[in-house]
T-cell receptor
Framework: GQQLNQSPQSMFIQEGEDVSMNCTSS?????WLWYKQEPGEGPVLLIA?????ELTSNGRLTAQFGITRKDSFLNISASIPSDVGIYFC?????????????FGTGTRLTIIP | DVKVTQSSRYLVKRTGEKVFLECVQD?????MFWYRQDPGLGLRLIYF???????EKGDIPEGYSVSREKKERFSLILESASTNQTSMYLC???????????FGPGTRLLVL
């Protein structure tokens, strides 16, 4: 099955720094999702994007749906310790019969105090 | 709040054993999913179900089967566990296939 290329694989940053990560695909999607997984838990949805070019914020998080529909970006501003976790992008085509989510490989974020 | 629960957080089994992983959701969701999560590979879909007694293969169904006898419960079965099935298994549910998927906490399975 298809996988999305997500980068970077891991990040070590200091508290207060901004974070950027992205996801690219060889095929188009019409929905992009960003999930966060904390240690010992399942992924939780952070932001959903439904339109090419869309820019959506959720507190300190901002995500963008790439204009080509083949990529998406997530930014976290002024990181705090509770931002630690693995961030996954996911793409979905939402045509009848093909609504499965395709997940990225994840970006592991570590905050250095 | 949506709640997706999985029967075990940690499980240790021996090669060749039959393994059942149970998932229950309490929001009357139509769709349920089983993924496995491995480092560097993200989440990969094993099977999903869009109705009671209905199932569809995901991207990596080999070595697994599923059962959905009741709407709220979706079971993943490893007929004969192998060491390469050591992984984190995540269950999810959603109201419609286009709707948000809600995940359970995961079951970390070790096959010796």
């Amino acid at each position: 099955g298809q996988q999305l290329n997500q980068s970077p694989q891991s990040m070590f940053i200091q508290e207060g720094e901004d974070v950027s990560m992205n996801c690219t695909s060889s095929s188009i999607f019409n929905t992009w999702l960003w999930y966060k997984q904390e240690p010992g838990e399942g992924p939780v949805l952070l932001i959903a994007l439904y339109k090419a070019g869309e820019l959506t914020s959720n507190g300190r998080l901002t995500a963008q749906f790439g204009i080509t529909r083949k990529d998406s970006f997530l930014n976290i501003s002024a990181s705090i310790p509770s931002d630690v976790g693995i961030y996954f992008c996911a793409g979905q085509l939402t045509n009848f019969g093909n609504e499965k989510l395709t997940f990225g490989t994840g970006t592991r974020l570590t905050i250095i105090p | 709040d949506v709640k997706v629960t999985q029967s075990s957080r940690y499980l240790v089994k021996r090669t060749g054993e039959k393994v059942f992983l149970e998932c229950v959701q309490d929001m009357d969701h139509e769709n349920m999913f089983w993924y496995r999560q491995d480092p560097g590979l993200g989440l990969r879909l094993i099977y999903f179900s869009y109705d009671v007694k209905m199932k569809e293969k995901g991207d990596i169904p080999e070595g697994y089967s599923v059962s959905r006898e009741k709407k709220e419960r979706f079971s993943l079965i490893l007929e004969s566990a192998s060491t390469n099935q050591t992984s984190m298994y995540l269950c999810a549910s959603s109201f419609g296939l286009k709707e948000t998927q809600y995940f359970g906490p995961g079951t970390r399975l070790l096959v010796l």
